[in-house]
């Protein structure tokens, strides 16, 4: 049945539990008000038509018992789906690291599951023996019971569900992030969030991404800049460095003879990824010199060829 079917019982004014007699009285009482002869003015007669027509296939589907059967049915279905709303969606917020974000990692998350509850199978309760007469007031006529109402049962909830027929539990699931995640990135996990109490879908799970800072590294934008620290001997004859980045890829650096303190190297595209955007950004290194520690002794022959070096 289309969603379009005006709603039978309320074209004619009956309720849902009308009689057939009823129906067919109130059906009277509306023709009589929309047939079409007794309207005389041409857009008064297009109306009453229309009007005549809806309230007679009303009267005709409410009046035959089978028909009557399907469209409360129908119409019972049609409701409930209507009224079958998602769950909530559930908005996380997750830190991870620069390289989690970077390759992609697991995130676990609980999830509330609504089961029948299985010692009433979801029943919500039972009717007890009254606990204040014992059943015995079923036999009275002197006085009323105030809790059966001389019924002689009482009802009683079940216990483990507290008479809603169903328990919550918390289930683990985990989450695979894709790589390339940035801060502020937003992962839509569907049918992850609140189960629906309508019988509808669960709704979805967003999960809001930060970077954790790391140490020795500052982030702006996709771009990573932290310092290179050069031992005394490559600064001054050059050489190459392995660096490992917070993204966890290890880079060799290529450091030029005479290199300064101070001095800035690009590696262009070693930044962070944004997937979402398909962009990536530059690591930015500041270089530092690094002197021998004190443990490395300087024999007077090495002293020498350094005081050489700084005459030249
Ligand atoms: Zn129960
Ligand atoms: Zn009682």
Known sequence: MHTQVPDFYAC???????SKESIV???????MKWHPDRHFKAADKVEAEKQFKTIKTAYETLTDDSRRKYYDQEDADRQRRASARRGADVNEKVAVTIAEGFNGTHISFEEAVVDHCERCAGQRGEWMQCSRCSGFSKYSRLSVCPVCRNTGQEWRNCGPCHGLG????KRKFTVRTPAGLVDGSVLTVKE??????HGGLNGDLHIAITIKPESGWKRKGLNLSGTLKLPFSIALLGGTIELLLPTGKTVQVQVPARTNAGKKIRLAGQGLFDAANDKRGDVLLSTSIVLPSVKRKLTPEMEAVLRQIDGE
């Open 12 to 18: 004619l004014g009956v309720d849902r539990a009308a």
């Open 25 to 31: 009285a109130a059906f009277r009482r509306l023709a």
């Open 166 to 169: 169903t328990v919550t539990r």
């Open 192 to 197: 992850r969030g609140k189960p629906s109490e």
